[in-house]
């Protein structure tokens, strides 16, 4: 298939945003993955949060690698500027990017392949930069566009649709992420909305490395008896430790749930989360309880999911390099070119 | 019969990686500097840290030959471990340098060169009873006593320890001491001047003395790099550092002390052109420094950025390879790696500077052909002119220069109803407009893929728009053979049916064979070729020449394959000159292999022979 042209007319009445966009504003051309797919979810829940922030579309780049997931930038956001690149490659083409334009807001869209096996080495460095981004893997354990390998998250013991064992360990993002030093962990599920919505405006607000693994099932090839990413496995195995709500801005904050299982974590920039915490023991500021946390439920053959852990603080790559306020690519010859003077000067230090 | 030479001849210090000579050797070679003779020094140094043997070459001649000639005409002797080898490469009637402390055995020495010993080691112990100052404060002593030796002026090594330990009281004094340590007891012990000796002559004038992968940096500065990543390799790192040192010094903003620059050291070269292309893609110069295994790993993404037509540059310090092959010896060995760097069907824009200046020059105007052509550029240096210091003419900026930014399309212009197709050829000369990211709410953006798509960049598996983008690509292609740098022409005093092409490092070992052939009464035009893709006058350069030389290190004569490809040459007509053996090429090698070549060609002409 070459391209379909979606249709442009929309109900006269669609609701507006701050911006006056509708989220019609917000979406892309139309999907060519598998009806069904957890994948086209993600990209459904991505317009919602851009349109309910009031983000220009225009402000936004979407970078990907290669794979279903990476081909899903094209799906949505059909005014920002996107670029699919090399397979595992994202984070170094994203980390450029964030580096010629601080302005801009980036969103990075890879796959379990793409992040876990042929760019984990990338997928860890631009974590440990703290490149200010929000890194979604829409991970489905398993290679869709080749037609349904492992995945180095397929959990061992799994099943193939074709019936083989998966023998070898399976990487848990989420934990990696921990260590190697992100400011926003969370995990959802493509099939909780309510859920993945506000963590991903949480992440788009967080001004340092968001990272978001998503479990988003392969209905063509990982969605069977045996599977432990399909939506009736991650349904039973769900253990959500919280439930998230953002408020952007200044608005005050109304509380309607019980004492004592409410934290508010106020952001960098004013916005503030609202969590619900289903677990009244779970501090989301806590790294190193977050990752204990997270092993021992996995030991219990429990998927842990919502906001594990947030920095309200957090640095980022800019702030590090101590980079100027402007964009870089903004700069002109006038701010980068030292001029014959100061060559003048060198030469004369080179005799 | 002892060499009598005056500023014409070679010293060559043997050394142990590690011992601290490096600063002192690379003090003589200054100080010759200074006393108005151009020197060309050589660095020559194993993989490794501390204890293997590294030498410095430096060439000293007054008309100015910077090519590296072969031959030792003076050896400072300083490493047991390769004494026999290098007191074989002392040329019949040369001298011999050593550290005379430990008495050695007749057999060690040759009758044909005058042996020098100073008591190195003796003096040393004598005078210091700390182990690693016996080591540093020996290197320096024997650069007094090579100011004896060789007449250098005392007063232009004082100056430069001077520049070198300003601020540093505590070690200016003790080198100065140092130094006369040891040219007093050759004053006092030897006959001095030796007939190798220096005087003072004018033959620096302006020039500059400085390593390639500097004068690339401060190009890349000048040029408007702001974003830089890479992945430390030899011998491109210093290019990188130097960018960083430059960079702290020219862009740091005086008032919030922010940086106008960012520099990553990316985990490899894939991240490291990833980086660099993900900042071009976002209207920031960017630019990555390796070598050829770096080369190998970024394939991928080149293919990338020839396709989504991403500006980019890329300077190659050549190595040798293949694989890791000698990490610290020089050659040409890339140009058809990078020429057609990875799948599909690729070419890309070579760059080939034949010394700082132009790498000077060529790492600045990259950046501008980059954002003109919207494709990869590769400045090609290599370690010869990249690691060593070169005299060459001083660095020039026009102040009115402005960076071209290349077709770019801003929201004025969309607003005002330009049609905007990212891969539209609108102008015929391939090249298309692009936008940057965030420029407008609702039009002009656009998707960068790898995979096929339209002119309008939507995504297509089509044949038709596929071919049709591929057309594009090499009219853009013949397009970069009038931008890129011309190449440069020679001509012979008389007339003649040889012509030699060269490149990059090879430029002062050619221009001086170029002599030796001409006294051998063998005219021969020459053109020195700056880039790829090859400008016309290439082609017609080899059609006004029966033969064609192509002077080249490496093994395989990339070059001339290139030039057979691109211009459809017969093979016959181009006579492969090549050098690979990881030391840079010489006049008497070219002189050598072109000379020989020639006495045969003048027994039997091909063209008569065909007819």
Request: a neutral charge; glycine letters at 8%.
């Amino acid at each position: 298939m070459t391209y379909v042209v979606k249709p442009q007319f929309h109900h006269p009445a669609l609701p507006k945003n701050e911006l006056g966009y509708t989220h019609r504003d917000y979406e892309g051309s139309i999907s060519t993955l598998c009806a069904g797919c957890g994948h086209d979810s993600i990209s459904a829940t991505l317009i919602e949060a851009c349109f309910e922030l009031s983000i220009a579309p225009h402000r936004v780049a979407k970078l990907s690698g290669i794979g279903c997931s990476s081909k899903t930038p094209t799906y949505f956001l059909g005014n920002s500027h996107g670029f699919n690149s090399v397979h595992g490659r994202m984070p170094s083409v994203l980390t450029g990017a964030n580096l010629a334009n601080r302005d801009l807001i980036y969103l990075g869209v890879s796959g379990d392949g793409d992040s876990a096996s042929i760019g984990f080495g990338q997928f860890a460095h631009a974590l440990r930069r703290g490149v200010n981004m929000v890194y979604i893997v829409e991970n489905n354990g398993v290679y869709g566009l080749t037609k349904g390998q492992f995945s180095a998250t397929a959990d061992r013991g799994s099943k193939s649709k074709r019936g083989v064992t998966n023998n070898d360990n399976s990487i848990d993002l989420v934990a990696m992420a921990l260590q190697l030093g992100a400011t926003f962990v969370a995990r959802s599920f493509s099939g909780d909305k309510t859920q993945l919505l506000p963590i991903i405006k949480a992440a788009i607000e967080h001004q340092g490395a968001a990272f978001i693994d998503v479990i988003s099932p392969c209905v063509a090839f990982n969605n069977h008896a045996g599977s432990t990413k399909s939506f009736d496995y991650v349904r039973e195995h769900n253990e959500a430790v919280n439930r998230l709500d953002v408020i952007t801005g200044r608005a005050p904050i109304k509380i309607d749930y019980a004492p004592g299982s409410v934290q508010i974590v106020e952001q960098h920039d004013g916005t503030k989360l609202v969590l619900r915490k289903l677990d009244s023991d779970y501090d989301v500021h806590d790294r190193v309880a977050a990752m204990t946390f997270l092993q021992t439920h996995a030991a219990k053959g429990q998927i842990v999911t919502g906001l594990l852990y947030v920095d309200s603080e957090p640095e980022d790559l800019h702030h590090h390099l101590n980079t100027v306020d402007a964009a870089l690519n903004t700069l002109s010859e006038k701010e980068l070119c030292p001029g014959s003077a100061a060559l003048e000067k060198i030469n004369a230090s080179l005799r | 019969m002892p060499i009598q030479s005056v500023n014409d001849f070679v010293v060559r210090f043997a050394n142990v990686n590690g011992s601290g000579s490096a600063s002192a050797n690379e003090m003589f070679a200054r100080a010759v500097l200074r006393m108005g003779i151009p020197v060309a020094p050589r660095n020559i140094f194993p993989s490794n840290i501390q204890g293997l043997p590294t030498w410095y070459e430096v060439r000293i001649s007054e008309a100015g030959h910077l090519g590296a000639r072969g031959g030792t005409d003076l050896l400072v002797a300083m490493n047991p471990q390769t004494w026999d080898k290098d007191v074989a490469t002392i040329e019949p009637g040369g001298y011999l340098l050593y550290d005379s402390t430990k008495p050695l055995p007749a057999s060690k020495f040759r009758d044909d060169i005058s042996v020098i010993g100073v008591p190195l080691t003796e003096i040393c112990n004598r005078e210091y009873s700390e182990p690693r100052q016996r080591q540093l404060f020996k290197n320096i002593i024997y650069v007094g006593a090579l100011s004896a030796l060789l007449d250098i002026d005392v007063a232009a090594i004082e100056q430069l320890i001077g520049e070198q330990y300003k601020g540093k009281e505590k070690l200016l004094q003790p080198n100065i001491h140092a130094l006369h340590l040891g040219r007093d007891w050759a004053l006092a012990n030897l006959t001095c001047p030796l007939g190798i000796r220096l005087k003072r002559a004018d033959a620096v004038k302006d020039r500059i003395f400085v390593e390639g992968n500097a004068a690339a940096a401060l190009g890349a500065v000048y040029g408007g790099a702001t974003v830089c990543a890479w992945y430390p390799i030899t011998p491109s790192s210093s290019l990188a550092d130097a960018f960083t040192r430059h960079c702290a010094r020219l862009r740091v903003d005086p008032e919030t002390k922010k940086s106008k620059y960012a520099i990553i050291q990316a985990e490899d070269e894939l991240a490291s052109i990833g980086v660099v292309i993900g900042a071009a893609w976002n209207g920031a110069r960017a630019f990555t420094a390796t070598s050829g295994p770096g080369i190998s790993l970024m394939q991928e993404f080149l293919g990338l950025a020839y396709f989504a037509e991403i500006p980019s540059v890329v300077f190659d310090v050549q190595r040798a390879g293949p694989s890791t092959g000698m990490p610290t010896r020089t050659q040409q060995c890339d140009v058809l790696s990078c020429a057609y760097a990875s799948h599909g069907d690729t070419k890309h824009i070579l760059l080939f500077p034949e010394d700082p200046a132009e790498a000077f020059e060529f790492g600045a105007q990259a950046f501008d052909l980059a954002d003109r052509l919207q494709t990869p550029i590769f400045v090609m240096l290599d370690l010869d002119i990249g690691m060593n210091h070169r005299l060459c003419r001083p660095f020039k900026w026009d102040d009115a220069r402005k960076y071209d930014r290349g077709k770019v399309m801003t929201a004025a212009d969309l607003d005002a109803g330009k049609e905007f197709g990212r891969y539209l050829d609108v102008d015929s000369d391939g090249i298309p407009y692009r936008t940057y990211p965030g420029t407008h709410p609702s039009k002009g953006s656009f998707f960068t893929r790898g995979t096929s798509r339209d002119r309008y960049a939507r995504y297509t598996e089509e044949g038709a728009p596929y071919a049709d983008n591929m057309q594009r690509l090499l009219r853009k292609f013949e397009t970069a053979k009038d931008l890129v740098p011309r190449p440069l022409l020679a001509q012979a005093p008389k007339p003649t049916r040889y012509g030699v092409i060269y490149y990059g490092s090879t430029s002062p070992a050619m221009d001086e064979a170029i002599d030796l052939i001409e006294a051998r009464g063998q005219p021969v035009d020459r053109l020195r070729i700056r880039a790829f893709p090859f400008h016309s006058s290439v082609s017609s350069f080899i059609a006004e020449h029966d033969f064609v030389f192509v002077v080249e290190q490496n093994r395989d004569a990339q070059l001339r394959s290139l030039i057979v490809n691109e211009c459809s040459i017969d093979p016959v007509r181009l006579v492969p000159i090549l050098h690979y053996d990881g030391t840079p090429i010489t006049a008497r090698h070219i002189a050598g292999a072109v000379g020989d070549h020639l006495d045969k060609l003048k027994v039997r002409p091909l063209r008569k022979v065909m007819s």
